[in-house]
């Protein structure tokens, strides 16, 4: 089942780039990424999230020699990233297919196997196959961005691949030195499955130089403050339904690696780094934060502000509380269908600015065109999480569990809140508001791009009016996921004490 | 040799077991008489097919003696998996040689039988090479090996950089030769002992801090870091791989380096595996710097030939550090590694072939540049190759060194795997600059070209003149060995399978 919900949407398109006709790649990549959509509703619907088993598990042999399984199952922890993942690809590639592209059946072939590998990456329960695919889903991205992106595209998939890929390989290493020392220390023939990495944990020492390794990944993918240094040109060049997707969903990877493999695989060291990614995570926030609102271009405004939120979701990890970690994973999905449709409306007001991407080249379109300036306003809001929205829910809980356990990260990371609140505003009042620009052309928003943002509107509403929708069914895996450093950290706070006494 | 040694009725000769050898040098004989044959037709079509009919034969009759373990001639040679194996990727290589030749420049000017005889006597020398169980048939291989390629790098005698390369390859091919049978000598001398495993055992029975022995050692090291291009011993290798015409470039690339290390793998893993303790280091040594000069030699290159070949030497760093661990794994590693390194090879080779005789760039850069639109059946074999190349995943290239690394971790070599690591992260500047320029970049205009008559880009283009649109067959083996990369990418366990055995007769020692 679940290697239908990955593999769909690959292989549709790739019948799709086999057919010589020109629109039918396009609409057989859509249909492809909606049997995924379809699939993972189902999936939700039969999920009861009473356990923190895996279901729907897929486990064969991939490389018997080296102890890989292809190994697949779904937990409260992906369920909904899964779903955030195919919902997105679904609206992105239907927004892609009412534009022209150059070469089109190489694009939707590139942009569905994009999606098989995201899938891919989240679905995994074997550490190396998590690497295959963590690995493989940037190459269509690599060649999507190089080949149909803007005109300083060479350069910046040149940053882009050089971060990412530098990460990827040092994961690698690390990944293959864990489970080959997980062997040789247990004394059992090498497995890469997660879960027998985790039944037996490395030395602390071993643990905490293969945390770095993993770290470095993460946080560029994410990325983190540090470690941001791809993420403007390639945000300014990716054509924007590619960076719907890239910036909603990629960004999560991230994240979700630390929850899957870090967290439960090395335990001790997670929380020997526990203030350095916090520290880390909230210079995210702050930076992303005030580059968001020095910016002028409308693309990297949302770029940094998705630093700024990312480093929300990292600080609600590694805090290592219960709301906490479910916040982050609530945050992951809510994140990633408000930036989707946010990157999807910029592309369409530089289409009406004159292709510029520029605020100061947008403005006052929102009395000639209600229906968009809504639809825009309902993602600014849920962006800088208005009380009402699933943002706000989200936020809430990161802060509420990094209260409880590292409370002066908390209070910094609140300004982090406020500071959304304007730079949010302030793209929607110049792009929308102000005097008109001077090449804008205010038209109202097509009837099927309309089409296209209605769905994310409504997950997002959705989220808003219950977000329990989520929370109760990713509770019991995501309080699993961070039970070990729970557990640490409560024994160095009782040793501590008993040493003060 | 052979028919020396029957009517000397010495020593027993399995001829079963040597049959693979029977192949091809009776190929290469009938190769040489047939392409003196006057009609056209026999020199251009039928000696290539004899050619391949050759190889073919050669792996069906290895296919039959799988899994045999005997000597051939009393102790000289000896056929095991290890042989078998590497007899199959020779003569594929050969066969993709010989296809990616069929109608190019070098055999017509070089008279076609010559080229393609020369090519099956080298291949012979390749299979008396790994087959070798003691010092005198090692260096017989080896020679027999070489001395065709010398020929080979030169045949397109109305070019100077191919003679020049020729030349450059027989002088630092003979330095190398010397060496190492120098360092063979000081083994025998400090052992008494031709044999591989009397070697081994003499050594085991306290030789093994002899000053003598550990001079021979050290040269022959040497002599063979020369052949597998192991830095410092590389500087050869842009050169010749730029110069030589680009099918025997590319048979030189995965053969010969193939033979190295299977040699490299016999000598250290059953001669010399008492001296392990003084070997290791300094193979790690070499290892390391073999990838760093590697790498970061290949990042200017605007040359495809050149950039392949500091390529080539980079992925010898990662094979040598197969050999480093000295641990079954890590023998199997490296077996698993020169197959894949084989497939990925090919394939990149085979479209910059079909471009140069396609474009007027030569193997320049340039004559991918936007290669993806004009024509995707090459352009996804390259990209296919590269991305193998720079290791990336549902590509054999990430198995491969997904394997090594973990051999190397597992064999207590960490560090060195973070240096395979690092070398990986600077190839991705330069496997990613070929992709650039077959999607983003827009083909060059055909005015610089056309305007002057002769090749004006660096490298020339050797084989510019032979009529373009005759591609099938190099379209043909880029699209299989691409396809074949990706297949073993996905369902790499048959790879696995087929070097399971091979390390087992090194085992022993091991």
Partial sequence: MLSILIWLPAAAALVGALIPARRVAGLLALGGALGSLGITIGLIAGYSGHSTRLTHVTNVDWIRSLGIHYSLGLDGLNLFLVAMTTFSFVLAIAAANLRDWERSRVFFLLFALAESAVLGTFLAQDLALFVAFFDLMLIPFYLLLGVWGGPNRIAATLKLVLYTFVGSLLMLAGAIALAVLTSEHTGHPISFALSTLAASPLHKGTQEWIFLLFAAAFLVKMPAFPLHGWM????????????????????????????????????????????????????????????????????????????????????????????????????????????APLFLIIGLLAARAGGSDDIRDMGGIATRAPILATCFLIVTFATLAMPGSGNFVGEFLILLGLFKTKMVFSIIAFTGVVMASVYALRVFIRAMHNRVGPQVQSREISLRYGLVLAPFLAAIALFAVYPQLQLGRSEKSVTAAIAHEKALTQTYDTLAGAIKK | MIAAAAQLHGPHINWAALSPLEALIGGSVI???????????????????????????????????????????????????????????????????????????????????????????????????????????????????????????????????????????????????????????????????????????????????DTLLLTGVALVLVGLCFKASIAPFHQWTPDVYEGAPTPVTAFMAVATKAAAFGVLLRVLDVMLIGERSNWKPALAALATITIIVGNVGALGQASLKRMLAYSSVAQAGYILAGVTVATELGARATLLYLIVYLLMNIAAFAVIIARERATPYGDDIDAVAGLGAESPWLAWPLTIAMLALAGIPATAGFIGKFFLISALVSGGYTWLAIVLVVGSMISLAYYLRVIAAVWMRPAPGPSIATAVGVPIIAGGSPEADVAAGQQLELTFVAIVFAAATVFFGIVPQPLFDLVQHSAHTLSGAL
Avoid at chain 1, 319 to 339: P, R, S
Avoid at chain 2, 62 to 84: E, K, N
Wanted: hydrophobic share 55%; with cysteine.
């Fill in chain 1, 232 to 339: 403007p040109d390639a945000y300014r060049e990716m054509p924007v339904e590619v960076l719907a997707v890239f910036s909603g969903v990629l960004s999560k990877v991230g994240a979700y690696g630390f929850l899957r493999i870090v967290l439960p695989t090395m335990p001790a060291a997670s929380v020997h780094f526990q203030t350095p990614i916090l520290l880390i995570s909230l210079a995210s926030v702050i930076y992303g934060s005030a580059m968001a609102f020095t910016q002028t271009n409308a693309r990297l405004i949302a770029g940094y502000s998705s630093i700024a939120q990312l480093g929300f979701i990292t600080l609600g990890i590694f805090a290592f509380a219960d709301q906490g970690a479910q916040g982050a994973v609530l945050q992951m999905v809510n994140h990633g269908i408000v930036v």
């Fill in chain 2, 31 to 209: 190769v040489l008489l047939v392409g003196l044959l006057r009609p056209r037709f026999i020199r251009e079509q039928v000696v290539p097919a004899l050619t391949v009919l050759s190889l073919g034969a050669t792996i069906g009759l290895t296919l039959w003696q799988w899994h045999t373990h005997v000597a051939a001639i009393s102790g000289a040679l000896a056929i095991d998996d290890l042989a078998l194996i590497m007899t199959l990727l020779f003569a594929g290589a050969g066969i993709a040689a010989t296809l990616l030749s069929w109608r190019g420049l070098a055999p017509r000017v070089s008279a076609h039988g010559d080229f393609y005889a020369l090519m099956l006597g080298s291949i012979a020398g390749m299979f008396v090479l790994v087959a070798a169980q003691n010092i005198i048939t090692l260096f017989i291989g080896l020679e027999l090996l070489s001395i065709p390629l010398y020929v080979l790098c030169a045949t397109e005698m109305h070019r100077a950089a191919s003679l020049e390369s020729g030349l450059k390859y027989l002088i630092i091919g003979s330095v190398g030769s010397a060496t190492l049978v120098y360092g063979l000598a000081l083994i025998y001398g400090a052992t008494g002992a031709t044999d591989f495993s009397a070697i081994a055992a003499s050594i085991s029975h306290g030789h093994s801090s």
